[in-house]
């Protein structure tokens, strides 16, 4: 489904400062989140605290700077744990969306990864989830499969059964599109199998 059309400026723009200059006459709007995504004023405010006052590694050092950086990560992780419904023993911070692909094709679907198995992706991924893929597959001798666009939508979901990819070992579904704006409404292909 394509959200509805809205040309009203979003009311968390003011919270953004980089969002309050223009961009060859016209207000600034940034779609790039895939690759570096914009902060609000808190986070920048956070971070310039973080580099003030508690600059140090995490879980390395038996410092005051390093034991308060460390809590303060831990403490990050506990509350977004706690907002996803997870445990902080779940959740792992990465550099990005990238690292955080690389790392989920390398160390979680790499590992079981046989010859001959299935990876399914769309025709419209973002290079940053395509790359990842196309390299574990040809280390791996896996087949990349892409799901071909069906009707309205940019996503072929009967094209997993029908290419008998609800069986793969290891397939991704993005559930927004960043180049269409498109959101699919699903979480992930492993709920159709």
Known sequence: MMPAENTSPSPWAKDFPIL???????????????????????VL????????????NIHRGVHSLANRATQDYEAA???VADFMGAQPQEIIFTSGTTAGL??????WIGP???PGDQIGVTYLEH??????WQVLAQ???????????????PLGFSGLRRQRLDQAEGHYHPS??????YFSGYSCFNSLG
């Open 20 to 42: 309050k200059q223009k961009v060859h006459g016209q207000d600034l709007i940034y779609y790039d989140n895939a690759a570096t995504s914009q902060k609000p004023q808190l």
């Open 45 to 56: 405010d956070c971070l310039a605290d973080y580099y003030l006052q508690d600059n140090a």
């Open 77 to 79: 992780r506990q509350r």
């Open 102 to 107: 690389n790392f989920l094709a390398d160390r």
């Open 112 to 114: 079981s990864l046989q």
């Open 127 to 132: 290079h940053s989830n395509l790359v990842p």
């Open 139 to 153: 280390e791996k001798g896996a087949t990349l499969r892409y799901l071909p666009p069906e009707g309205g939508s």
């Open 176 to 181: 927004c599109l960043q180049c269409l704006g």
